[in-house]
């Protein structure tokens, strides 16, 4: 029996190896890449370690590293380092994640067995490209209603534009573009779409088109989870992420800026 933080864990017949602390950084690595917060993916190494019969476990986590070291009874040590290159938000895929990392602490299958169940839990569905660019026109649609737009043709006007942008941003997550290049050059199209649509008297107003698509760009859950990192103590990422949400909001605002400053004479 371990007691670890004030809990207990009896460790299985499976003890740590190299490859099982593997298995269990790249499956915190999905974690973190899938959106999860840092004190959740900490909290899943130190179960999982300790589990399989580690008495001290260190982890470091960040949005583009993680860093775990677990000390056994006998004096052994395994580390691993794994570094983060890319992030996104996936709530399905998060939740069979924080599943499985629960029932690899109760039952401590082999690497063999870890590694098929990860496999596993890493099939979630996945929408086509099409599907993806209509979610975006949508959700673009929905909220220019929402924000209290009551002309069909501002509604219709926003959902093409927002399909457009939804194309712009797939393709550029496709070809690993910047995140703040994406948000600014997204927002400049889709500023100047609706600038032409006011210029050529398809529409009567910007505003609540220009709104109803800014919003499928908003970091939210960047922020969110930086304001809960925070919350839970883990300050520098916490101040990582809410630096990475405000610039890229930054971005956003630019873009529409310049395309506002262009056309300002038209929007008059």
């Known amino acids: 029996m371990v007691v670890f933080f004030g809990r207990q864990y009896y460790g299985g017949e499976n003890q740590m190896t190299q490859e099982l602390l593997r298995c269990i950084v790249e499956l915190c690595e999905q974690m973190v890449c899938s959106g999860a917060e840092v004190y959740r993916v900490e909290d899943s190494i130190e179960r999982m370690c300790t589990g399989y019969g580690a008495v001290r476990v260190d982890a470091y986590v960040t949005t583009s590293n993680i860093v775990v070291t677990a000390e056994m009874e006998d004096g052994r040590e395994f580390t691993h380092t794994r570094r983060i ?5 996936n709530i399905e895929k998060l939740h069979r994640l924080n599943a499985l990392a629960r029932q ?16 596993q839990a890493e099939r979630v569905r996945t929408y086509s490209f099409w ?11 929905s909220f220019t209603v929402f924000f209290g737009s009551r002309s069909l043709r501002e509604t219709a006007a926003s959902f093409l534009i927002g399909g457009v942008v939804g194309f712009l941003v797939l393709k550029a997550e496709k070809h690993s ?25 398809l529409v009567d107003s910007v ?20 304001l809960r990192d925070l919350f839970a103590g883990d300050t520098m990422t916490g101040i990582l992420r ?27």
Not at 85 to 89: D, E, P, Y
Request: hydrophobic residues 55%.
């Open 85 to 89: 290159k890319s992030s996104s938000v």
């Open 177 to 201: 573009v910047n995140k703040m290049m994406v948000r600014f050059f997204c927002s400049a199209v889709f500023s100047t779409l609706a600038f032409m649509c006011l210029h050529f008297g």
């Open 242 to 268: 809410a630096i990475e949400a405000i610039l890229l909001a930054s971005c956003m605002v630019l873009g529409y800026i310049a395309i506002a400053y262009i056309y300002g004479g038209l929007a008059v």
């Open 104 to 119: 690899i602490t109760a039952t401590t299958p082999t690497s063999e067995e870890f590694r098929s169940k990860l496999e």
């Open 131 to 141: 599907e993806q660019i209509v979610f975006y026109a949508v959700i673009a649609g």
């Open 207 to 226: 505003d609540n088109i220009i709104i109803g698509n800014i919003m499928s760009l908003i970091p939210g859950v960047g922020f969110t989870n930086a």
